[in-house]
């Protein structure tokens, strides 16, 4: 795996709002005779222009949702010069679209929008842009980049490269090796994205086979049964891949349950259940791949920095990126400890 600073750099790294700010840029040169490009000083957490952003979630049914509104709100309260107007949260579509028409209406400088449903909600993204409210999109991304001023979001298809790479080291000297992957809502585009970049890490050990799939619900009850199900039609085998923290909770327990010890398990998202018990290492589940729910506090930052006619510290452009999708770091016991801060309940 990659050092962890050359992944978690100002801008592009999964974890790094925990330990810093995703630092912003003035557009103005430190001297009338240098280069603009090259010479913007990278702005510290003084106060500045005042902006109000308007937050809007999907209801925070999940632990990551439930992280994402928490690293909303408390990046808003760093900044003295930040007002943050937080809807409710909701996953229905009707609804959030009356809660961001809403900030629209209280012509809010900048809006923060992840949308329960990116397709659904792409016209009232559009509605705000064509009204002067830039749009920060995160993670479920709109249907056109006409409806935002900046994506940030996660790696799905990055999570399952990672992970079966990870695995793949793992077994690369053990001859006819088997794994079995745990997916997500099999209806979702994320789920097909974290599997296919599985299957695509896995070409590369041609000692590895995938013997069994299940899809889960992203919830520990359905972890638990699909679990149950897999241990009982697969005897043997030397790793799984499981699609997320909170569903891997019940895959624990029927684990435990069924007194299997023999395999290695790999989570995703970054929960700190996941992460304690990575660091505990009496059991199964010896690495977790972050989809780092700390990007929402990346949206607050680019944000504010777009309120205030900033670029972002350390590129040379006097303004934010037109998107920006986060690296999926593969947490195990060498790196928990730098990433135990981050994890979500």
Not at 5 to 10: A, D, N
Not at 289 to 301: E, G, H, K, N, Q
Request: one cysteine or more.
């Amino acid at each position: 795996m990659p050092e962890l600073t050359s992944r978690r750099g100002l801008l592009f790294g999964t974890a790094a709002i925990g330990a810093g700010a995703l630092l912003v840029g003035c557009t103005s040169n430190e001297s009338d005779d240098e280069p603009a490009a090259n010479d913007q000083p990278a702005a510290d957490d003084k106060p500045g222009k005042e902006v109000t952003i308007g937050f809007a979630g999907p209801q925070a049914d999940h632990g990551w949702l439930n992280a994402i509104n928490d690293n909303a709100k408390s990046r808003a309260k760093k900044y003295s010069d930040v007002t943050l107007e937080i809807t409710e949260g909701s996953n229905d579509t009707a609804a959030q679209i009356g809660q961001i028409e809403t900030l629209i209406n209280k012509k809010v400088d900048v809006l923060v929008v992840l949308p329960a449903d990116g397709k659904a909600l792409t016209q009232v993204g559009l509605k705000a842009m064509r009204a002067g409210i830039p749009v920060i999109n995160l993670d479920r991304i709109f249907n056109t980049p006409q409806a935002y001023r900046c994506w940030i979001g996660g790696d799905n298809y990055g999570m399952g490269l990672n992970a079966g790479h990870y695995i793949g080291e793992k077994l690369k000297d053990k001859s006819d090796a088997k794994v079995i992957e745990l997916a997500g809502l099999d209806n979702l585009e994320l789920t097909k994205q974290r599997t296919q970049g599985f299957d695509d890490a896995l070409k590369n050990y041609p000692n590895i086979k995938k013997v069994a799939r299940q899809a889960a619900e992203f919830t520990v009850e359905s972890g638990q049964a699909k679990m149950a199900q897999l241990l009982q039609a697969q005897s043997k085998f030397d790793a799984l891949w499981n699609h997320d923290d909170d569903q891997g909770v019940g895959a624990l327990r029927a684990i435990e349950q069924a007194g299997r010890d023999d395999f290695l398990m790999v989570g995703g998202a970054g929960a700190l259940s996941a992460f304690q018990s990575i660091k505990q290492d009496d059991g199964v589940l010896k690495a977790t791949v972050l989809y780092p729910p700390t990007m929402a506090a990346s949206a607050i930052d680019l944000a504010r920095a777009l309120g205030q006619g900033k670029g972002v510290g350390g590129m040379a452009e006097f303004e934010i990126p037109a998107s920006i999708t986060l690296y999926s770091a593969v947490v195990d016991k060498a790196n928990v400890d730098q990433y135990m801060p981050t994890g979500f309940k």
